[in-house]
């Protein structure tokens, strides 16, 4: 049994930090440019932060019940095998394995060597792709290394890399109404509200839920927390709380330092820089550019700590290579899954231009949620006598507030961003096939 071999030894303050961690990423960074240039209007954009933000904490609350019902290492993967059954699982695994951590992971070493190397290294000279590239696979390699050794070795990369993300940000947001140079009439020099398309800010609501990817990160550990009926569900909420906030101001942040009219499609990935420069000069905006690589060292090393959980949970299935199950006898760390899944992120980030994997990956991933929070709904009715230390506040409108909003913006999505979701759709189904032979194969060498 998993619960057996993987030790308890995780306690609260790590699993926050993994929330915040997982959450805090490339989105922050990259959506609230997009959403200028695509929206033009800022209370519309703070609008769609709040109401992500309020879906955020719906699936927290959702995804606490579950964790607390089912604390195994796993996350979704164990929700909907418990729900549906294997095939939906083994699905929501081999999407996770692709799309939900190695690409990701190769996407936030990328970000982070870019920014660590942007004051030395021009982004646009012959060689800086190449150079970027073999320094996130560097970076990946140093933080998995450690991660190898044990939860101790974890708690503490995990911890001390999220406390110096967070408080980067904080300290910009701070220093910025104090020492800034920017203006708050530019939110209300922005476009009207009439101006905006429904079907735009649908779709731009996909940027914002992919920054808030990440609130159900504490689950995957859910097989190694101490005390997980309390532990989980306030890591949870505590974590996407403080980041809900830390979102809100770094929106406002953004908006007192960049006039909506100096952002388009062509330098929207460049807005944080922008601000900085603009709010303490140039010098200043190389200093940020180094701290903010720094920052994406913790989103690295969650993606390492949580993803192989799901694998390992997939392998005692006998859904994934048996090795993945398999743990260190002195770490109690499921080294082989970790292991594979930074290869896997470093041979993406060599042969995957990642530009469209934003889009791919928010539609991807999104089916999925909706799949393990309509498992609040599909266990409840099943399982109706499974213990469950938390359970959902105003159940059953919170679940139903989370799937309605999401199905609404996929169907939008399919309308704005057609080819990106059709791949998405197309990788998931793909793995259906692959189900059946696995099972086949599986089944013969067992028999």
Known sequence: MQEEELKRGFGLSTSIYVVIASMIGTGILISPGYMMASLGNYTVIFGLWVFGGLLAICGALCVAELAAALPRAGGEYVYLRQAYGPMPAFLSGWTSFFLGFSAPLAVAGYIASMYLLNPFISSESANANIIFKISAAVIIIAITLPNLVGHRFSALTQNITTIIKFGIFVILAISAFIFGNGKLANIAESNSDGNVDIATAAT????????????????????????????????????????????????????????????????????????????????????????????????????????????????????????????????????????????????????????????????????????????????????????????????????????????????????????????????????????????????????
């Not at 839920?209 to 097989?223: E, M, P, T």
């Not at 505590?238 to 960049?258: D, Q, R, S």
């Not at 999925?368 to 499974?386: D, G, K, M, S």
């Not at 959902?392 to 057609?418: C, D, E, N, R, S």
Request: aromatic share 16%; hydrophobic share 55%; glycine share 6%.
């Open 204 to 447: 731009q609501l996909f940027y914002v839920l992919f920054a808030y990817s990440g609130w159900n990160a504490a689950s995957y550990l859910a097989g190694e927390v101490k005390n997980p009926g309390k532990t989980l569900p306030r890591s949870l909420l505590i974590g996407t709380g403080l980041v809900i906030a830390l979102y809100l101001a770094i929106n406002l942040v953004f908006a007192y330092a960049v006039p909506i009219s100096d952002i388009g499609f062509d330098n929207a990935e460049k807005l944080p820089q922008l601000a900085v420069a603009n709010l303490f000069g140039s010098r200043i905006s190389s200093v940020f550019s180094v701290l903010l690589g720094l920052t994406f060292l913790a989103t690295v090393s969650a993606f390492i700590i949580t993803g192989p959980r799901v694998y390992y949970a997939m392998a005692k299935d006998g859904l994934f290579p048996s090795i993945a199950g398999r743990i260190s006898q002195k770490g109690h760390i499921p080294v082989y899954a970790m292991a594979a899944q930074s290869i896997c992120a470093i041979i993406i980030l060599f042969i995957t231009p990642f530009q469209s994997l934003y889009k791919y990956a928010a539609v991807g991933l999104s089916i999925f949620a909706l799949l393990f929070i309509a498992a609040v709904y599909v266990l409840r009715w099943r399982q109706p006598n499974l213990e469950r230390p938390f359970r959902v506040p105003g159940y059953p409108i919170v679940p139903a507030i989370y799937l309605v909003t999401v199905i609404f913006m996929t169907i939008f999505a399919f309308i704005q961003w057609k080819m990106p979701s059709i791949f998405s759709i197309g990788s998931i189904l793909i793995g259906i096939p692959v189900y059946y032979i696995w099972i086949f194969v599986f089944r013969r060498k067992t028999a």
